[in-house]
C-alpha cells in the first residue's frame, strides 16, 4: 500500500566522518580505549580500526536520534554529502542493513566549489543525484568537470585530486590521501563548465542542483560587478540551501511570484540541512531548522517539491499541519478494508490506505469511484438516502449481504465491521458526505438569490458564540441589536464634530475676503496716525541733569546685584547638594541593612544543617565574610559633608560678624542691605532729570499703544493687525487643514462605528475572507457593505442656493455634478479611503468652481447654512449597512448556477465546524473549469491543512492544482465477476503519473500547469 505524499524530516545536508575536505568527527583517546576494550571481548586478536569505529559510531549516533517517535525526529532521508565524491555515500549504502529500518532513503548529495567566490570563499553549489544513477556519475559526471589552470586541466576524479595536490604541496613526502584532499579543497568548476555537463539530458533530469544563500559561500554574497553572475547562477540551479525567513517566503515566491520569476526564472523550495561537523550535531541545526518535506520517499518526490516550494516544504521545529495531523488522528481515515466473506466478486480483501491530507479518487465511468464514497459514509454512520448512487441500489442485492466494510483511523481505533445492505446505527456522523446528485439538486433548487442569501446567513449565524444564538432566535434580530449599541457612540462623535464644524465655519468666516479688506483699511489708519506721532517725539538732553559720580554708584548697584544673584545661585546648588548626599547614604544604609540581613539568614541555613555537614566533614564548605564598617564608614564620612554644608548654609548671621567670616545666609543678608542703602542714595538724585523723562515715557507710551508690543500686542495697534492679517494669511490655511484633518479622523471613527457594525454582522464570513485574501483569481465575497441613502442628492443640495456661481450652479447641473462623484468614489463599494477622498473632492469642489475654462475660487454664501451642511456631510447619516454576496464584482443576482454551487461547495470546504473528514463525490460535474480553477482549488488547497479530504473526481483541475497527496485509482474488472482492483500513490508516483494521464482530461491550462508535476520544471542550463 502507498499513502502518498506524506510530511517526514529529510536531512539533505548530511556529512559523514569521512569526508575528502577533511576528517570528520575526531575520536577522542578515551573513547578509543573503550570502544577497543569492547572489540576486544569480542575478539581477543582485534586491531584499532579508526575508519571502523567512526563509522560505527556515526551509525549509533543516527539510530539513537531516530529512535525516539516524537515526529520532530521522524526522518526518513539522507542526504549523504562529500566534496567531489560519492565514496562516502556507496560506503553507507553498503552497511545500511546497520541504519535504523526508519531511514527509508538515502541519496547522493555531491558538494562542489564554483571559481566565483562570495564574501570569504568559493560559492558552494550541491547536486543531488538520483540513487538510480549512481554507477553512471563516474564518467558522465565527475570525469566530465575540468579545472583549466596554467600548467594544465585537472578533472574532479581521484588520481586528478592527486596530481593537482602533489603540484601545489610543496611537502612531497605526504600520502596520496593527502595530496587528494589538497586537490580537492583547492578544485574549483566555471558555471560555464557545469551549464555544459549538465546539457546531458539524463543526467539533467536525474539532479537536483542547490546552491547555498549565504553571503559567505553563497549566491547572495555575489554583490556589485557579481549581480549578473548571481542571477545566471538562480536561473541554473533548482533549489537553495538556505533555512533563513526571508530567503524562504522570496524564493518560494510567497513574497513575490512575479519578481522571483524575473530574478530566478522560477519559484523555488529551500532545504536545509544540519551540515554536522560533529557527533553532537547530527540533525540538530541551528535555532532547530529542521527541514520537512511533503513527499513520497523517493528521488521523484523530492523532485516534485520543485513544483511546489510554497507547500510542499516547512523549515522550523514542527508545522501547524503536522501539529494538526498529529492532533487529530482519531479523525482522520487511514484505511478503509472491504472484503466479500462469500463469492468471489466485486471486493475482494480490499484494504485502501488514506492520506491525512487530500485523497483523490479517480477512475473511468463506472468503476467504483462512488462506491468507495458511498461504502466511506455508511461505515460513518452517514443515513442512507436517495442520493447514495451506489448503495441506494446496491444494498438491495445478494451481493451486498455478503460485503462487509470497516474504516480504521490514524489513532489505530476501528469502527465494527457493517455489511452493504445494512443500515447504519443512529450514531455521531464520522464523515461529512457530499453525494453528486445530493449537491446537484441544492444548487438546482435555488432559484433565487434571496434564499441562497438567507440560507448563507443562517450559516454564517451559525459561528456566532453559543451565547449569541442563544439571545437572538434569527440573524435579522442580533442585527437591529447590534446597530442600536453603536448608535450611542455614534451620537458622542457627532457632538465633537458639530463643534469643529462651528469652528470651521469661524475659521472661514474670518479668512473671507470681507473680514481681510476691513482688517487691511484698519492697518492703513493706524500707521498714519503712527507717522503723526513720531512727528511729535520730544527733544531733550539729559546730561545736564547727571552728577559726575552718578555712573560709578550706578556700576556700584548694579555689581552688587549681580553679586547677590550668584550666590542665591550658589545656595541653590549647595542645597541640591545636600539632598543627594543624603539620598546616596540612605541607599548605603538600606544595603548595609540588606546585606546583614541575607548574611545572618546564610549563617542560620547552614547552622541548620551543620549536623550533615559534620558528618562528612564539610563544616569549612562556606566561609562567610562581612566587613560591615567599612560601609558604616561611608555613612559617617557623608554625614559629615552633608553637616558642613548645612552649617555653611545655614549658620545664623551676627552683626558684629566680618562678611569673609559670616555664613552664606549671612552673605546674602549682608548684600542685600549694601543695595538697599545704596538705591535709597540713587533716589534722590537726578529728581529734574525724571520729569523729563516722564514725558518721554508718556509718549513712548502713546507710541507703544499705537504700534502695539512684539508679544501680546493689543488689539488695534499695528502689530496686532499686522499678526491678524498675517495669522489669516499665513496660519488660518494650516490651521483650517489641521482641524479639518481632525474632522476627518472623527469621519473614520464614526464609519469604524458603521463598518464595526458590518463587521460584528459578518463575523461568520471572516475566515472565509481571509482565506479568499490569499487567492488570485475570481474571488468569492461575502460582505456587510455600507451603502447610500437613496435622499442624499436632495438632502444635500437643500443648503445649496443654486441660483449663485458655484459647482453646484443649475438645478440639472448641479444634481449631475452631485451624482457623478458618488459614481467615482461609491459605484463598486463604500470604502474607508473613498469616503475620505470622496469628502476632499466635495470639499474641493465646494470651494472652487470652473468660470469660463478656468478654476476660480467660490464665495461660501451660496451655501445657505454651512455649519448644516457639514453636520450633514460628514456625520455620515446617509450612509447604511446592508449584507452582500459577491462572485468577484458580480452580485449574487448575477452568478450562473454553476458559480452558485461553486458558492455552496466553498462553504462546505471553509465553513463547515467539524474537522472529520470530508467526502465529496464529483463536484466538478456542477461546476465550470474556470470555477474550479480560480475558486474551488484555492479553497481545496487551503481546507486540507485542517481537515482530511477524500475527493472523487475526474477533473484534473481538481487532482493536479490542488497538489493532491494521494491518488487513488480505482478500477473493475466486469469481465472478471466485477472484480475491484486499485493502485495508489503521490502524483510523483510514475505509475500513479501515468494512469492521470491516461484518465483524466482537462483544460488545456491544466495540462500545461501539470506538465510541469509529471516531469518538472523545464532545465535552465
Same mark, same amino acid.
Given at each position: ?239 537553495? &540551501? ?63 517539491? #520543485? ?167 434569527? &440573524? ?121 540581613? $541575607? ?121 496686532? #493687525? ?6 489669516? $494669511? ?11 484633518? $481632525? ?95 470622496? #469628502? ?32 450633514? #456631510? ?148
Amino acid at each position: 500500500m502507498n499513502n502518498g505524499s506524506t510530511w517526514n524530516r529529510w536531512e539533505l545536508h548530511m556529512h559523514t566522518p569521512f569526508t575528502k575536505k577533511e576528517d570528520q568527527f575526531n575520536i577522542l583517546k578515551d573513547e578509543k580505549e573503550k570502544y577497543t576494550d569492547l572489540k576486544l571481548k569480542e575478539n581477543p586478536e582485534y586491531k584499532y580500526d579508526q575508519f571502523e569505529h567512526k563509522w560505527n559510531k556515526y551509525i549509533s549516533k543516527i539510530n539513537d536520534y531516530v529512535s525516539n517517535d516524537s515526529f520532530e525526529r521522524n526522518i526518513k532521508v539522507l542526504g549523504i554529502t562529500d566534496y567531489w565524491s560519492i565514496d562516502n555515500y556507496e560506503h553507507l549504502v553498503s552497511i545500511k542493513n546497520k541504519l535504523s529500518s526508519k531511514i527509508e532513503l538515502i541519496l547522493p548529495n555531491v558538494e562542489l566549489r564554483l571559481s566565483i567566490s562570495g564574501k570569504k570563499s568559493p560559492i558552494n553549489i550541491h547536486c543531488i543525484f538520483n540513487p538510480e544513477i549512481v554507477d553512471e556519475l563516474r564518467e558522465v559526471f565527475f570525469a566530465q568537470i575540468n579545472m583549466e589552470t596554467g600548467d594544465g586541466t585537472y578533472y574532479a576524479t581521484k588520481n586528478s585530486f592527486i596530481k593537482l595536490g602533489k603540484k601545489i604541496c610543496k611537502d612531497k613526502s605526504r600520502s596520496d590521501n593527502d595530496y587528494e584532499k589538497i586537490g580537492i579543497k583547492n578544485f574549483t568548476v566555471e558555471l560555464s563548465t557545469l551549464q555544459t555537463v549538465f546539457k546531458n539530458h539524463r543526467l539533467r533530469e536525474n539532479t537536483i542542483i542547490v546552491v547555498a544563500n549565504s553571503t559567505n559561500d553563497g549566491a547572495s554574497g555575489l554583490t556589485g560587478q557579481l549581480e549578473p553572475v548571481k542571477k545566471r547562477l538562480y536561473h541554473f540551479v533548482d533549489a537553495i &540551501f538556505s533555512a533563513t525567513p526571508s530567503d524562504i517566503k522570496y524564493f518560494s515566491g510567497k513574497k513575490s511570484l512575479k519578481n522571483v520569476i524575473d530574478d530566478c526564472g522560477k519559484a523555488m523550495p529551500c532545504f536545509h540541512g544540519s551540515d554536522a561537523h560533529s557527533y553532537e550535531k547530527i540533525f540538530e541545526p541551528d535555532e532547530k531548522r529542521y527541514c520537512y518535506i511533503k513527499s513520497e520517499l523517493s528521488f521523484d518526490g523530492l523532485k516534485q517539491v #520543485l513544483n511546489d516550494p510554497l507547500d510542499r516544504v516547512f523549515i522550523g521545529k514542527t508545522s501547524e499541519i503536522l501539529e494538526n495531523i498529529e492532533k487529530t488522528k482519531s479523525k482522520k481515515i487511514k484505511t478503509l478494508s472491504i472484503n466479500n466473506v462469500k463469492t468471489k466478486t466485486w471486493f475482494q480483501n480490499v484494504c485502501i490506505e488514506f492520506n491525512p491530507q487530500l485523497n483523490v479518487i479517480i477512475g473511468n465511468k463506472g468503476n467504483g469511484k462512488t462506491a468507495l464514497g458511498d461504502i466511506l459514509a455508511l461505515c460513518s454512520n452517514v443515513p442512507l438516502t436517495d442520493d447514495f448512487k451506489f448503495l441506494s441500489q446496491f444494498s438491495k442485492t445478494q451481493d451486498a449481504q455478503n460485503i462487509k466494510s470497516k474504516i480504521t483511523f490514524f489513532n489505530e481505533v476501528s469502527t465494527e465491521f457493517i455489511k452493504l445492505s445494512e443500515i447504519p446505527k443512529p450514531q455521531t456522523q464520522k464523515i461529512k458526505y457530499i453525494p453528486q446528485s445530493f449537491f446537484e439538486s441544492i444548487t438546482n433548487e435555488i432559484d433565487k438569490t434571496d434564499k441562497l442569501r438567507k440560507e448563507i446567513e443562517e450559516v454564517i449565524f451559525d459561528y456566532f458564540p453559543s451565547a449569541v444564538r442563544q439571545a437572538y432566535s434569527t &440573524f435579522s434580530q442580533y442585527r437591529e441589536t447590534i446597530e442600536s449599541l453603536k448608535q450611542g457612540d455614534i451620537e458622542q462623535l457627532c457632538n465633537s464634530l458639530f463643534k469643529i464644524n462651528k469652528e470651521i465655519v469661524n475659521l472661514e468666516d474670518l479668512s473671507s475676503n470681507y473680514s481681510v479688506a476691513i482688517l487691511e483699511n484698519d492697518l492703513k489708519n493706524r500707521e498714519e496716525e503712527f507717522a503723526e506721532h513720531m512727528s511729535n517725539k520730544p527733544k531733550y538732553n539729559s546730561t545736564d541733569y547727571l552728577y559726575d559720580d552718578s555712573d560709578s554708584e550706578l556700576e556700584t548697584l548694579n555689581e552688587l546685584k549681580r553679586k547677590l544673584l550668584r550666590k542665591i545661585k550658589f545656595k541653590k546648588k549647595l542645597e541640591e547638594k545636600v539632598s543627594s548626599l543624603i539620598i546616596e547614604n540612605d541607599y548605603i544604609n538600606r544595603i548595609n541593612i540588606k546585606l546583614n540581613q $541575607k548574611v545572618q539568614d546564610i549563617s542560620d541555613y547552614f547552622d541548620s544543617n551543620q549536623e550533615i555537614l559534620a558528618k562528612y566533614d564539610l563544616e569549612e564548605v562556606l566561609k562567610i565574610k562581612y566587613d560591615g564598617k567599612r560601609l558604616d564608614f561611608v555613612e559617617n564620612k557623608l554625614e559629615k559633608k552633608i553637616d558642613k554644608i548645612n552649617n555653611y548654609l545655614e549658620r545664623p548671621y551676627l552683626p558684629e560678624t566680618n562678611y569673609a567670616d559670616a555664613s552664606l545666609k549671612g552673605k546674602i543678608k549682608i548684600i542685600s542691605s549694601t543695595i538697599e542703602n545704596l538705591e535709597s542714595k540713587v533716589s534722590d538724585k537726578n529728581a529734574e532729570l525724571l520729569l523729563e523723562q516722564e514725558k518721554i515715557k508718556k509718549w513712548e507710551k502713546i507710541k507703544k499703544e499705537i504700534e502695539g508690543e512684539d508679544n501680546n500686542p493689543k488689539e488695534g495697534s499695528i502689530k496686532y #493687525l499686522k499678526a491678524k492679517l498675517n495669522y489669516i $494669511k499665513e496660519d488660518i490655511p494650516d490651521k483650517l487643514e489641521d482641524i479639518c484633518n $481632525k474632522r476627518l479622523d472623527i469621519v473614520n471613527l464614526i464609519l469604524s462605528c458603521k463598518l464595526e457594525v458590518a463587521d460584528r454582522l459578518g463575523e461568520g464570513t471572516k475566515a472565509l475572507k481571509e482565506f479568499l485574501s490569499e487567492n488570485d483569481g475570481t474571488l468569492l465575497s461575502i460582505e456587510s457593505e455600507l451603502s447610500l441613502k437613496n435622499d442624499f442628492v436632495d438632502k444635500f443640495l437643500a443648503n445649496i442656493n443654486q441660483q449663485k456661481s458655484s459647482s453646484y450652479q443649475g438645478i440639472l447641473a448641479g444634481r449631475e455634478v452631485l451624482n457623478n462623484l458618488l459614481d467615482v468614489h461609491f459605484s463598486n463599494k463604500i470604502t474607508e479611503d473613498e469616503v475620505k477622498h470622496f #469628502l476632499l473632492d466635495i470639499d474641493k469642489t465646494t470651494k472652487e468652481h470652473e468660470r469660463r475654462g478656468e478654476k476660480v475660487i467660490t464665495d461660501l454664501s451660496f451655501i445657505t447654512n454651512r455649519e448644516e451642511l457639514y453636520n450633514y #456631510l460628514y456625520s455620515l447619516n446617509y450612509m447604511d449597512v446592508e449584507f452582500n454576496l459577491k462572485m468577484g464584482n458580480k452580485p449574487l443576482n448575477k452568478l450562473s448556477p454553476g458559480e452558485r454551487g461553486a458558492v455552496l461547495l466553498v462553504f462546505y470546504l471553509l465553513l463547515d465546524k467539524e474537522d472529520i473528514p470530508l467526502v465529496i463525490d464529483q463536484p466538478e460535474d456542477n461546476l465550470d473549469n474556470q470555477s474550479i480553477a480560480d475558486i474551488l482549488v484555492p479553497f481545496i488547497r487551503k481546507a486540507k491543512k485542517k481537515r482530511q479530504i477524500i475527493m472523487i473526481t475526474h477533473n484534473p483541475n481538481l487532482a493536479i492544482l490542488s497538489d493532491t497527496e494521494l491518488v487513488i485509482h480505482v478500477a473493475i474488472d466486469k469481465k472478471n465477476q466485477n472484480l475491484f482492483s486499485y493502485a495508489s500513490g503521490g502524483i510523483e508516483n510514475r505509475q500513479i503519473n501515468k494512469e492521470i494521464q491516461d484518465i483524466l482530461e482537462g483544460t488545456p491550462r491544466a495540462f500545461r500547469i501539470r506538465d510541469n508535476k509529471y516531469f518538472g520544471p523545464p532545465s535552465n542550463n
